[in-house]
């Protein structure tokens, strides 16, 4: 079959396209051209905002599946879907989890109840959009540059279900090239060997999805070139893991021995807190995409960890100093 990806030099794009083309799927990107390739792959330059004018270009490959990791808006998907649908690809829109109305109360933005059902396909969405404010934007944005004001994954959604297409909801992605660096401020603390970290025990507890980037890209890959895929698939690891249990975990990958304390919520000074609901968890169910696609992680959570940290200590983010935050977590332990 012939894919398109448009995306498909990121994080999470690059793996895709690389087991793509592992599967014998024939691979054209479509991107900036900021970020070299180096896989034997067709390669289309633009932006995400002149889909039209390469429209011929799209025509010549006739991709089968097209899909796209920088769809951010509603706008963006509509554009998609009028570029796409007269060629006749299927479309695959990658989302993420934060669509589920549990990730809108642990946030604070849904007036609703505590609800720790697992989150299947068909759980209950966020009725308010703009999850995320300004502020949180404009930082994502130093290292995602296509987000716009309007992001939501909600309206992506509708715009790709409504052509027939498929969507994806991903996790917290982690692993090398995280732009994010999600766990960076853990491993910090036990790359410089203190002798312990703190953890307010809400947060202790709070469990979400995550995945491993090869993992994930894989899962991506599968369900996209799957003859009979439809609808919405969550894709997660199976087990989800408490904070608590991942740092751990962490813990044994960077073979740090220090203590890990779990303080009652309050106790940590006021900058260090984090000011979520961390009662309300987010527990995705993966039994569709594991019956109907056949998923099923390739690379274990113990090799994943090793992986990360290896990449993190000969990638850490330049100008992050926790010196300060060194300090507070030592006097809070005192009191």
């Not at 900036?32 to 011929?56: C, M, N, W």
């Not at 993992?215 to 893991?241: C, F």
């Not at 090793?306 to 990449?311: E, G, M, N």
Request: proline share 6%; net charge negative; hydrophobic share 40%.
């Amino acid at each position: 079959m012939r894919a398109l990806v448009i995306g498909g030099t990121g994080f999470i794009g690059a793996p895709t396209v690389r087991a793509l083309a592992d599967a014998g799927h024939a691979v054209a990107i479509y991107h900036r051209g900021e970020t070299k390739s180096d896989l034997p792959v067709q390669q289309i330059f633009g932006s995400i905002r002149e889909l039209e004018q390469h429209a011929g270009e799209f025509t010549a490959f006739q991709p089968d599946v097209v899909i796209d990791f920088l769809l951010g808006s509603g706008e963006q998907a509509d554009r998609l879907v009028r570029v796409f649908q007269p060629i006749g690809s299927r479309l695959v829109g990658i989302s993420s989890m934060d669509v589920y109305r549990a990730c809108g109360v642990t946030h604070g933005t849904e007036d609703a109840p505590v609800d720790n059902a697992p989150l299947s396909e068909d759980a209950p969405l966020r009725e308010h959009l703009d999850l995320y404010g300004p502020d949180v934007l404009d930082e994502l944005r130093a290292e995602i540059a296509w987000l716009e004001d309007s992001y939501d994954k909600i309206p992506v959604e509708r715009a790709i279900l409504s052509a027939g297409g498929i969507v994806v909801r991903l996790p917290m992605v982690y692993g090398p090239g995280d732009p994010h660096h999600r766990f960076w401020p853990t491993l910090k603390r036990m790359v410089d060997r203190r002798p312990f970290i703190l953890l307010e025990d809400d947060y202790a507890r709070w469990r979400a999805p995550r995945g491993y980037v090869d993992n994930v890209a894989y899962g991506i890959a599968l369900t996209a070139m799957h003859p009979q895929a439809g609808g919405i698939y969550n894709l997660s690891d199976e087990t989800t893991y408490s904070e608590l249990r991942w740092t751990e975990k962490l813990a044994v990958a960077a073979v740090w021995s220090g203590r890990l304390i779990i303080l009652p919520k309050g106790r940590l000074p006021g900058r260090l807190q984090k000011h979520f609901n961390f009662e309300q968890h987010w527990i995705p169910d993966t039994t569709r995409i594991r019956r109907e696609i056949g998923y099923r992680e390739r690379i274990e959570t113990r090799e994943a960890l090793r992986r990360l940290v290896a990449w993190e200590r000969d990638n850490a983010p330049p100008g992050l100093q926790f010196d300060e935050e060194y300090a507070l977590e030592d006097e809070a332990l005192s009191i």
